[in-house]
């Protein structure tokens, strides 16, 4: 049996005064490191200001004054723009003609616009997402280490996923504008193969931690590799694997109203011009309208990840 030290004795003092020395030398540390970080940023931020005409500290105080001009002259008019009804203040200019640009259905229907460029932001971000599923699912086990014995495979696949996720969607999709042209084409491309790398790296990683006893089974009665992968390994991931697939569609609604503003289609190009010339209605619109997208696809992916989880996965234990 181990007998505890008295707690005036010598053993205790010392290890007390170790521990105060070692906290206070991990304070000091601590602080000399915020200090170093905080150091940087001011001489970096100082460097920038002088080495360009932005001259940030001087415009600092009309920090607002961007803001001001896009608030509309009417709230009525945000509505009047998000539904495509005329505003009693039309003047003729692009400021006000709510009404131009709504997208004819047939048969005297149509939808607005806004809502149409929203729906093709949307459907970017689906066919990017399930295109990166795909690509994701059919490479993660090739990257695997329990499910793939070789390593100049696991070697290749996992630095082609690298490069897949190593440049911004908007770079790529600057790339494929080129060969594609402008639109939504190069978006679903450039999202695409962006999503086939984040989620492969995702879903290999989750493989790695899977319980390899199915896997052992199926050897054991002589199943070829993409038997085991069927039914050994597939059946305990797939729930994580469409979790991580909604977590990626919320992501992609964004990057796609982000290439949008470049060209990609879809509403981001609608709101770049807007905030650019200074259309308080239609700006306003079109952030609710986004706001209101990314919140829904949000409470959806999440309803969806419950269900294929399980409850008990969200709940807090005390």
């Known amino acids: 049996m181990t007998t505890l030290a008295p707690a005036g004795s010598e053993t205790v003092?010392?290890?007390?005064?170790?521990?105060?020395?070692?906290?206070?030398q991990r304070r000091l540390y601590s602080i000399l490191g915020f200090g170093g970080l905080a150091l940087a940023l001011v001489l970096s931020?100082?460097?920038?200001?002088?080495?360009?005409?932005?001259h940030f500290w001087d415009r600092l105080p009309h920090l607002f004054d961007f803001l001001s001009w896009l608030?509309?002259?009417?709230w009525a008019d945000v509505p009047r723009a998000l539904f495509d009804l005329p505003s009693p203040a039309d003047n003729g200019t692009m400021e006000y003609n709510f009404p131009v640009g709504r997208a004819d259905i047939g048969a005297g229907f149509y939808i607005p616009e806004y809502f149409y460029l929203m729906l093709t932001t949307i459907n970017v971000a689906v066919v990017s997402t399930i295109i990166g599923f795909s690509g994701g699912l059919l490479l993660c086990f090739l990257a695997a280490r329990n499910m793939m014995p070789s390593a100049p495979?696991?070697?290749a696949v996992r630095r082609t996923m690298e490069i897949l996720r190593a440049f911004p969607e908007i770079v790529i999709a600057g790339l494929f504008a080129a060969v594609l042209s402008i639109g939504p084409v190069a978006a679903i491309v450039a999202v695409g193969l962006h999503t086939i790398g984040a989620l492969g790296k995702l879903y290999f990683e989750v493989i790695e931690n899977i319980d390899m006893k199915p896997d052992e089974g199926l050897k054991a009665v002589g199943a070829n590799w993409i038997e085991r992968v069927r039914f050994g390994a597939l059946p305990q991931v797939m729930?994580?694997?469409?979790?991580?697939?909604?977590?990626?569609?919320?992501?992609?609604?964004?990057?796609s109203t982000i290439i949008g503003a470049v060209g990609g289609g879809g509403i981001g190009e609608e709101l770049k011009l807007s905030i650019s010339r200074g259309f308080g209605a239609k700006t306003i619109a079109l952030i609710a309208l986004l706001l209101t997208t990314v919140v829904i696809v949000d409470q959806l992916s999440a309803y969806v990840r419950r269900k294929l989880v399980g409850d008990a996965a969200f709940l807090i234990h005390g």
């Open 13 to 24: 003092r010392t290890v007390d005064a170790a521990w105060r020395r070692l906290a206070a």
């Open 45 to 54: 931020m100082w460097f920038a200001d002088e080495s360009n005409a932005g």
């Open 71 to 74: 608030i509309p002259h009417d």
């Open 153 to 155: 495979v696991r070697f």
């Open 239 to 255: 729930p994580n694997f469409v979790s991580y697939a909604m977590l990626r569609l919320e992501i992609n609604v964004r990057a």
